[in-house]
């Protein structure tokens, strides 16, 4: 990299921080890299910054492309069409914003008779602010005071601070860290200020992380005392105080924490500088058949997540120094010695590697992620066939590898299940088959082999073969490290198990079932917590997770059955509630998801009327047929049959019961 640099090689987008391979564009990369400028030129944000620092070095007529490089990372942060869409989302929100303010202005100007004065319009003797529209507030923040209307929108990734992967965490702050944090105690102390508190909390764990992983440094948190209570400010410090000690409570780190109040305006965290080049590492038995026997904890990994390893077994944390790692682990009852280069080939990711076959094995392992994610996410979003098509003939471009295609080929199965195109996917399956001995990863595919089955079984309503096929695969899930292939196949067994459950009236018959679909969906969380990367696809079946539960714990079903008793051991409001709340801090859904959560708030609806009285049970009825169409119309719109089917059943099945009622 540094070499090619030194040749006059640079990269055209660059980003800050990023060294990797240097690429000549192409006409076809230079065509899109011309366009995407274009659109970035009219937009805000560090991209929009690059584009203009791009101009000149290479103007927009510009023809010949071999004479100008680039960053693969670089390029395709530049050219994502979905960061240009936040980006132009962002800027209307802003102008919307900026219209309001003015319409705001000349409709207080063109008045002619002068508004009634009131207390509440002012907010000092000297000061006073015209009431806003018809309402008695004034027209600014009663705790600020501040009158900016603030735009909330997606952070951009570029704009962002660098988050780091799993223990590796850098933090773009000054060498001099003395970090000033404005604290509104008010809010803090406000039991319905949920929002508020949750986003200043990350803000204070995000800076002390970043000063564990540096050389130090001061967090001063400011309180203003003439807008807060004395009482206001205390109980902000102890809610702040509580929230550290979780943070920094669950594993020892090599650095001196301290915490002071000299004054009652302001609360100063303290991490002593330190020099030292320690990776932190939770030691624990894993007891699988894989290789990797050490899994990495970041101070900026969710309590949660540390809690439910702590829970698996494991040993005491502590620093341990690159190059001197050599300890003892536990892997199927049988110890073994790891040494440190091992360590870090299975562990460190992201890290420099060893040249030659192994450096090429992990970029193409890189390729295939980013190709997974990137047709997971076309898949969700409902794009057109053409659309996926092209995607994966251009991914096959780069690396025409066995491993891709057949990553390819599993999407393409899985958008023709998804229509109800069974003879199109049958062909595909064959082919599928017949190149699979090839792989690499013969296990892991093997398993989507058996994913793609129990997949189509289950679209053609045949649910008891769908779970046969499922119960026979779970021994080879032992094969494979847990990841998104097992963790969706377990979601998979779990739905089907929870469809094949919601059709016995026998409760002694359906409580088995209810209990290993619970434990199926609980199976596939733990799985999941091993996923680093693959963030569409995770964000994907941790949704598909939730809503599964809303039906199961509402007495119902994706396919739309539903229990005609109530058996109060499936049937639980407070845990369905839950599970809606978590899909809701899940949001945004794709296309495909959006569907699925109608018909689970159409199960929700439907099932919790029963304590109601008469005229409200029929409303609430009401409600969930309504919703149900309304699943059922956007399922025809999007081609997606299966889903039209679930939905249907719901349709049917709820305007009977209505029927039945007086």
Known sequence: MADEETQGKSCLVHLKGVKEKINTFTEQTFTKFKNCRLQWLQLPGTSSEIAHESLKICANEELDFSKYYFHKYCYRQFTDVTKIRRAESKQQKLLAVEQSEINQCEVATASINPRKRTRSAIISPLVEIPARNNEVLPNVCIICKKEKIY??????????????????????????????????????????????????????????????NGYGGKLTLLFDTHLSAEEHIKESIRKIEQKICDFTGVVTLAYCLTIDCPTLASMEITVAESNTNSIYTLYYNLFLPTNQQVIEISPKDPVEKVRDI?????????????????????????????????????????????????????NKASYEDDVDEMLTELLNDNCEWSVLKKATENAQTTHAGVDVRLLCLSKLIKFCLRKGYYEKAGEMFEEYKTILPQSAKVEVFKVMEQYLHCFKERS??????????????????????????????????????????????????????????KELYARAERHLQYVHGFEVATVDLKQKIYMNEVM????????????????????????????????????????????????????????????????????????????????????????????RRYAQNRVELIQKEICNYP
């Open 310 to 362: 702590l829970y698996m077994n494991v040993l005491s944390p502590e620093a341990v120094k690159p190059g001197s790692h050599v300890k003892e682990f536990t892997l199927e009852n049988e110890a073994k010695m790891i040494d440190f280069p091992t360590w870090k080939k299975f562990i460190m990711e992201g890290l420099e590697r060893d040249k030659g076959e192994r450096g090429k094995e992990a």
């Open 151 to 212: 735009v909330k929108d997606k952070v951009d990734e570029n704009e962002a601070a660098p988050q780091g992967k799993l223990f590796t965490i850098t933090m773009s702050f000054p060498r001099t860290k003395n970090i000033n944090l404005p604290v509104c105690a008010t809010k803090m102390s406000d039991a319905y200020q949920k929002r508020y508190q949750t986003s200043t909390f990350n803000k204070i764990v995000q800076i002390i992380n970043g000063l564990f």
């Open 552 to 643: 199961l714990f509402s007495g119902s079903s994706l396919a739309g059955n539903k229990l005609a008793d109530p058996d109060a051991s499936v049937i639980i409001k407070a845990e369905a509630q839950n599970c809606l709340n978590k899909t809701y801090e899940m949001f945004p859904l794709s296309e495909f998801r959006d569907i699925q959560l109608i018909l689970a708030h159409s199960d929700f609806f439907y099932r919790y009327t029963k304590s109601d009285k008469p005229l409200a049970l029929r409303d609430r009825m009401k409600k969930a047929l309504k919703l149900a169409k309304r699943a059922e119309r956007s399922a025809n719109d999007a081609g997606l049959s299966e889903m």
């Open 460 to 517: 053609q309503g045949n649910y008891e073969r769908s779970y046969e096929i499922a119960d026979q695969c779970l021994k080879k899930l032992d094969e494979i490290q847990p990841g998104i292939v097992s963790a969706a196949f377990l979601v998979l067994e779990a739905t089907v198990v929870n469809i094949i459950a919601m059709k016995k009236e026998d409760r002694s018959e359906r409580f088995p079932l209810v209990t290993k679909a």
